[in-house]
Structure formats: C-alpha cells, structure tokens
C-alpha cells in the first residue's frame, strides 16, 4: 500500500515507532522502484511519508542509513526464497536447472540488483559504524545460507565454488541492471542516435533476465569444469 499522503503524529510508544520505522523503509522502497535508488532524496522520502525531514532523522542517521537497512531486508528476503527454491530442487535436480533459478533470484529482484550495486559505491560511505556493521553481518549471513543451500543442490559443487559463483552473479546482476536501466540523459540520446541512424552499429542490449540466466549457466559450467 502507498505511504504516500500519510500523516503521522509524533510516535511515543514502542509499537508506534516500529510502524513509523516500516513506513519509512516502505517508502524508500516505493521511490526507488518507482524511480531509482540514486534519484531517491531524504527529503522526498520525508514527503511520501508525511513527515517532516528533521522527525525522519530521529529514526536513520542519513539517507544512505535508510537504503542500507532496505537493502538488509533485501538480503534476508532474497536469501529465504532461493533457500527454498534450491530444496524443492534437491540434489540430483541439474546443474541447468539450478543455474536458471539462481539466475531468475536475481533478475527478478531488479530493487536488490540496484542496492547490490549502489551499497559499496555510495551508501557504506555516509553511516556509522554500527550500520555499516549490522549491513554486512545480514549480507553474509544471507551469502553463507545461501551456499550451503547451493552445495546441498548440487553436492559436486564445492562451498568456495559455492560462494564464487553467488559473488559473481551479483557483481555481474548489479552492473547488468545498471547497463539495461539507463537514466533518462541517456535514453533520449540513444532515441536520437536511432534516429539518425548513428547507433545502427551498436550492439543492442540483451535481455536483463536472460543476460544474468545465461552468465550462471556459463559461469556453473566453468566452475563445474575446473573440478
């Protein structure tokens, strides 16, 4: 459900607060699907939330407190649905078969893809400590559920091949999203090159989904391969 147009009075009790947390994160989650994680401000969250910019502060340090804990949350949700999608799987379901849903956890989650990509670029870098402590414990805690989930799958792969391969999905996933969701500068000069016939020799751009399926498969055969 939208926040936006929600007013809150000052939260006092501990269930209040916990609501004015969520409906904080929801928001921030809302603009920057709708939108994208860099276009997002503190001051636009405050608006969709119905509060003002200095009352969101008592709950996050910073805007970039804010897409951390969303991206935690992102974490843990990836993590528990592709835990359960490798056990009905189970060992002995193929290799292909493995590597598709890897692949389709990724490219269906294109908010994830985009805090994958802006958590070590922008957002570790205006928070504290104890934030920057809290996102990594939830990342690896989520990586680590999800490789032995992986080697219980598919029992030939190793549990260092196992977290390889989940680091480069996600580095190649974050990076392909950004590659397949270009801002708006771009996108009109890629129209008027159309246009005029200068972008003929360009290679278009793969499918998102398909371009991060297709690396897994190449990448779990490589890695299959080498053993």
């Known amino acids: 459900m939208s926040t936006k147009g929600a007013a809150f009075l ?13 409906a904080i994160l929801d928001a921030a989650r809302e603009l920057a699907t709708a939108e994208s994680v860099n276009a997002v401000s503190l001051a636009g969250i405050a608006e969709r939330v119905g509060m003002h910019k200095s009352a969101l502060l008592r709950y996050f340090e910073t805007r970039e407190e804010i897409f951390l804990r969303l991206a935690e949350v992102e974490w843990r949700e990836w993590a528990d649905a592709l835990v359960a999608a490798l056990a009905d799987i189970g060992p002995g379901g193929g290799a292909e078969r493995i590597a598709d849903t890897l692949g389709r956890s990724f490219s269906d989650r294109p908010l994830f893809c985009q805090l994958l990509l802006h958590s070590p670029l922008t957002l570790e870098r205006n928070v504290s400590l104890d934030v920057v402590r809290g996102f990594k414990q939830a990342a690896m805690g989520a990586v680590d559920d999800v490789a032995g989930a992986l080697h219980g799958a598919l029992p030939v792969l190793g549990r260092d091949a196992s977290f390889e391969l ?3 999905t996600g580095i190649v996933a974050s990076g392909m999203w950004q590659a397949a969701n270009p801002p708006p500068a771009v996108v009109a000069v890629q129209a008027e090159l159309a246009c005029t016939g200068a972008s003929a020799m360009a290679p278009e751009m793969p499918d998102f989904h398909d371009a991060v399926v297709r690396f897994v498969r190449v990448y779990l055969a490589g890695l299959l391969g080498a053993d």
């Open 10 to 22: 000052r939260a006092r009790r501990p269930e209040h607060k916990r609501q004015r947390y969520d």
């Open 166 to 168: 989940l680091a480069m």
